[in-house]
T-cell receptor
């Protein structure tokens, strides 16, 4: 069965410092992995996705994530946080066995301090 | 511009009342989804549809109903049987096929009067 665990419900960083949002997944088949961002009272916007090509995936706004099969992880990183990065982030998995089902993590709220 | 339109942005429901949330997409996607979002719980799937005139229950379908009479439209009705309807509702769509992503609308906040 597929599932996603976001290891931190809240992360707080200072502006200009690195961001690390952690995600572990379980999947029966070859997974597709996504990170979405949600600003308050808005829909979700795709940051990046992994679909079995390069394991280091670059996304929008300077974010990137690395797929590590041995660790079943897909952590999201950014070298330098900006105030506008403050939002909630969701890790999502689907797999080839049932590609129209998406499984969401419970979300990580990122706070960026000036 | 292509996208997903949800309306209304805010909706209030009285006791015993059914309300319908609208979701329209012009992306020509076959699959459409309804999610419920509660604080700290992520997104939970209510219903999804992979093709016109067909839909399946998700994880929390009780108290909700949907229809898919047109490819571009997937309205959600919150019935009086749903005892705790206050939540943020998100509609999404995707092309059918592996490795595809979800596209989201901007959401509807439903509150009980």
């Amino acid at each position: 069965a597929q599932s996603v665990t976001q290891l931190d419900s809240h992360v707080s960083v200072s502006e200009g410092t690195p961001v690390l949002l952690r995600c572990n997944y379980s999947s029966s088949y070859s997974p597709s992995l996504f990170w979405y961002v949600q600003h308050p009272n808005k829909g979700l916007q795709l940051l990046l996705k992994y679909t079995s090509a390069a394991t280091l995936v670059k996304g929008i706004n300077g974010f990137e994530a690395e797929f590590k099969k041995s660790e079943t992880s897909f952590h999201l990183t950014k070298p330098s946080a900006h105030m506008s990065d403050a939002a909630e982030y969701f890790c999502v998995v689907s797999d080839l066995g049932n590609f129209n089902k998406f499984y969401f993590g419970s979300g990580t709220k990122l706070n960026v301090k000036p | 511009d292509g996208g997903i339109t949800q309306s209304p942005k805010y909706l209030f429901r009285k006791e015993g009342q059914n309300v319908t949330l609208s979701c329209e997409q012009n992306l020509n996607h076959d699959a459409m989804y309804w999610y419920r979002q509660d604080p700290g719980q992520g997104l939970r799937l209510i219903y999804y549809s992979q093709i016109v005139n067909d839909f399946q229950k998700g994880d929390i379908a009780e108290g909700y109903s949907v229809s898919r009479e047109k490819k571009e439209s997937f309205p959600l009705t919150v019935t009086s049987a749903q005892k705790n309807p206050t939540a943020f509702y998100l509609c999404a769509s995707s092309p059918t096929g592996p490795r595809e992503k979800l596209f989201f609308g901007s959401g509807t906040q439903l509150s009980v009067l």
